[in-house]
């Protein structure tokens, strides 16, 4: 990448752990990339720091109420500002080579949307889009030639290792999961763990929403339908390993049994990388794998029972429920975080709301919001009954 000249790169979410991380190797490598837009949903003063030290074109914050105090902050710096969802248009529409698109949740669909239309790199971690949207993406994607660098480890790895021009010759994939803090729990024992408990992954650092997932296999769920969109895969070729050493981050099996992983440390600034660099490759100050110091690297098959997460995932692909799933869990992510509800009450709850409402095939954007923000009106009501007090 050394001899060509900097590309550009709009990073959205970029106060968060993956658009930190980002920035950081952005900031690694100051002849590599030129930043255009940086957008977060309401720090201010991260956000202000960043556009300044990385000379952005553009500043926006998704809140609107933050808007004056961006606004404020970045007087005299010539750093143009903007707010609400408009503003996050704005940023990924503007010209770029490529959109890390590292918003949590929903709220980051429309902007990743927008990105792939208008042909741009999509480095991908907002995984909630893809399973909100992902027949939508992929269509707009193929259509706009817009490339899709997937972020997530697990799907970073195995874009590393897939033959895509040999698809046939792939038996399935498997998608390794840590387990998370609760992997030995009983049933029993996960209804009295807190927020805290909760948020304190074994092996990954990570925003709140994507923690509470990891110790729900609630993330799994969402990178099993992520990765049948990616790979153009059916649920049934898509298998879940546990692996609570993150060392191997994922595998594809081929017909004749050889099996491709792609191993390293457990620090997300290997995929950021990888993605950032794709076709070349940078240096990170990624800690080097020590596979001796390691010693073992141990697997089990996730437990059905304890974790329903990975059965409804599966469901929700088959039955066009996806948009359901995302909504309820965010919900649900939202109020275990607030201490309103059990942490095994969030599964029980995605499980209802997937049986509450219809699968929606072949939706516009539109379509999409209307359903989620349906399912979000009806999670407040189907609430009430999981409160703990
Ligand atoms: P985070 O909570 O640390 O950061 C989220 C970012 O999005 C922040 O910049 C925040 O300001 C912004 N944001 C939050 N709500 C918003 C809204 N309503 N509108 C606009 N912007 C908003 O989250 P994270 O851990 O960095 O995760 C980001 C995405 O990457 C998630 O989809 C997650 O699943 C995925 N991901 C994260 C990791 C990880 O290691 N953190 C790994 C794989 C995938
Ligand atoms: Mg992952």
């Known amino acids: 990448v050394c001899s060509q000249s900097p ?6 979410g970029s106060t968060g752990s993956i658009g930190t991380n980002t920035i950081d190797l952005i900031a690694r490598n100051p002849d590599l990339f030129r930043v255009e ?20 074109k ?22 143009e500002v903007a707010a609400g969802p408009e503003g996050l248009l704005e940023a990924a529409e503007r010209p770029s080579d490529l959109v890390m698109a590292a918003i949590v949740g929903f709220a980051g669909l429309a902007p990743t949307l927008a990105a792939i239309k208008r042909g741009a790199t999509l480095l991908l ?6 399973v909100c949207a992902g027949d939508l993406m992929m269509a707009a994607a193929q259509q706009s030639k817009a490339r899709i660098l997937p972020v997530d480890s697990e799907h970073n790895a195995i874009f590393q290792v897939f033959d895509f021009e040999r698809k046939s010759g792939i038996e399935h994939i498997t998608l390794t999961a840590s387990g998370g803090p ?10 009295h763990v807190t927020r805290e408990e909760a948020l304190a992954h074994p092996n990954w650092v990570m925003g709140e929403k994507i923690s ?35 060392i191997i981050h994922s595998m594809v099996s081929y017909v004749d049994g050889s099996v491709l992983a792609q191993l390293g440390s457990p620090d997300m600034r290997t995929p950021i990388a990888y993605a950032l660099a794709w076709p070349e490759r940078i240096k990170t100050p ?16 996730p437990d059905p029972e304890r974790f329903p997460a990975l059965d409804l995932a599966r469901i929700a692909l088959n039955e066009h429920k996806t948009v359901i799933f995302n909504a ?13 509800i059990n942490f095994i009450s969030i599964a029980r709850f995605v499980a209802e709301a997937m049986g509450s409402f219809p699968g929606l095939e072949e939706a516009s954007l539109v379509e999409i919001m209307d359903l989620d923000k349906e399912v979000r009106y009806w999670c407040y009501e189907a609430l009430k009954t999981y409160l703990v007090n």
């Open 212 to 246: 509470v997932d990891s110790a729900s296999m609630m993330n799994k769920g969402l990178e099993l339908i992520e990765a049948a969109y990616l790979f153009g895969l059916p649920e049934n070729q898509i298998k879940v390993l546990i692996h609570p050493q993150s």
């Open 7 to 12: 590309r550009s790169i709009s990073v959205m």
């Open 37 to 56: 837009a940086l957008t977060a949903n309401r720090n201010v003063d991260l956000l202000a720091k960043q556009a300044i030290a990385l000379n952005a």
């Open 58 to 79: 553009m500043a926006v914050v998704a809140d609107p109420e933050s808007y004056e105090s961006l606004k404020n902050t970045l007087a005299g710096t010539g750093i």
């Open 182 to 191: 609760f992997r030995l729990f009983s049933q029993d024992q996960m209804k």
């Open 125 to 130: 971690a907002n995984k909630e889009a893809l």
């Open 286 to 301: 990624v800690a080097p794998l020590d596979l001796a110091r390691i010693g073992q690297l141990t697997f089990e098959e």
């Open 328 to 340: 309820a869990n965010e919900v649900a992510v939202e109020a275990f975080l607030s201490e309103k």
